[in-house]
Nanobody, 124 residues
């Protein structure tokens, strides 16, 4: 089992940057691909980015490609999301999750373990 805790959210102006962190507990962190999702008020939780267990492969939603970078440090049991050139439409609660089921890593039902979320607010 994996427990996840996100941090690094906050209020930033449009064009600014933030780095989110997701710290995992449990010995099996290295076995899981990891994903970041976000949920804006009144909207469904949406895929943002994912990374394979080794860190070799990464995937992005079209809306963040070229602006966000996902990475992981397996020695620290941590996955990161670097967010640059932030826009007001990036405002949401951001969640990290451990990928536990076979699939493309883009869908919430492929993930069984979730963090509590961290708020990101981008002002215009």
């Amino acid at each position: 089992q994996v427990q996840l805790v996100e941090s690094g959210g906050g209020l930033v102006q449009a064009g600014g940057s933030l780095r989110l962190s997701c710290a995992a507990s449990g010995r099996t962190f290295n076995n899981y691909g990891m994903g970041w999702f976000r949920q804006a008020p009144g909207k469904e939780r949406a895929f943002v980015a994912a990374i394979s267990w080794s860190g070799r492969d990464s995937y992005y939603a079209d809306s963040v490609k070229g602006r966000f970078t996902i990475s992981r440090d397996n020695a620290k049991n941590t996955v990161y999301l670097r967010m640059n050139s932030l826009k007001p439409e990036d405002t949401a609660v951001y969640y990290c999750a451990a990928h536990t089921r076979v699939g493309s890593m883009r869908y919430t039902d492929e993930y069984d373990y979730w963090g509590q979320g961290t708020q990101v607010t981008v002002s215009s």
